[in-house]
């Protein structure tokens, strides 16, 4: 129960965070990534704010025996900088770029009614599914 | 290169409330706020399936809430093109796939734990959206 509790208020804090940056908002992401035309560069200031946030209480809690309502912490155990690594991000990066949409905002700005966020998420989601699909066929991938 | 539109206050304080969110998942449930792979593990996984599930319904709460409580509107805008769209969320669900993680799990979660990994995926992500803009902005 209590990781239930957990789970949808991380997820509504996470949703206010992206309200409160914009970073809901594909047009500002656009802005941070025309990084050679008229550059905004917020994005930058969100990942800080993040980091050190959390980066103080990863350090802090990851070798402790277990977290609050799990029995386990879950850390993906890949260290080599592989193949689908690079073409994956790579891939990912394009689409970010082509609307200013990644996986967070997108499905937080399902909150705003906008018909072209419910085409993308559902996009997405076909994304997702068919690289389950292809998994088994051709590209085998790490999942973490 | 031009510096428009850039309020390092907001964003620098959604960046901490994003990072409260990251730390309560981590120290409660364990594990890592990447929303890619919390999606898709919500379409192919029953692991944690429930918790998969509220997280997403918590993010899209979390607007309704702050419009609700704070009486902003947020400032949205998409322009491309249906076709663009609909090509651009493939790739986006394709590529977080097969990279194991999107700006949340590699960009912040990742970063915060020092994951060559992860940094190497931020700066590849990165270089590939700043190009595409390039090109078709």
């Known amino acids: 129960m209590m990781s239930k509790i957990v789970s949808v208020i991380s997820g509504i804090i996470f949703g206010v965070g992206l309200s409160v940056s914009n970073m809901i908002n594909p047009e500002k992401v656009l802005g941070f990534l025309d990084l050679f035309g008229q550059w905004d560069p917020s994005l930058i200031f969100v990942m800080l704010g993040a980091i050190i946030v959390s980066a103080p209480v990863f350090f802090l809690y990851r070798n402790k025996n277990k977290p609050l309502f799990a029995d386990n912490f879950s850390i993906s155990t890949l260290k080599s900088i592989d193949k689908n690594l690079i073409i994956g991000s790579g891939t990912f990066g394009i689409g970010w770029g082509m609307v200013g949409f990644c996986p967070g905002p997108a499905i937080s700005s399902l909150a705003l009614l906008n018909t072209y966020s419910v085409f993308f998420v559902l996009s997405m989601l076909g994304g997702f599914l068919l690289t389950k699909l292809l998994d088994k066929i051709i590209i085998p991938i790490q999942h973490t | ?137």
Do not use: E, W
């Open chain 2, 1 to 137: 290169m031009n510096i428009v539109n850039f309020t390092p206050q907001s964003a620098f304080l959604g960046g901490i409330i994003i990072g409260l969110a990251v730390i309560i998942f981590f120290i409660g449930n364990g594990r890592l706020a990447g929303i890619s792979g919390i999606v898709s593990a919500t379409l192919v996984s029953k692991l944690n399936r429930t918790d998969n599930f509220l997280f997403i319904i918590g993010l899209v709460l979390g607007p309704i809430f702050y419009v609700f409580f704070t009486k902003i509107n947020i400032p949205f805008l998409i322009t491309p093109s249906l076709p663009i769209i609909i090509t651009a969320g493939l790739l986006v669900g394709i590529g977080t796939k097969i990279g194991s993680g999107c700006t949340s799990g590699h960009g912040i979660c990742g970063i915060s734990l020092l994951s060559l990994r992860s940094i190497t995926a931020t700066i590849i992500f990165m270089i590939t959206a700043i190009i595409t803009v390039k090109l078709i902005g």
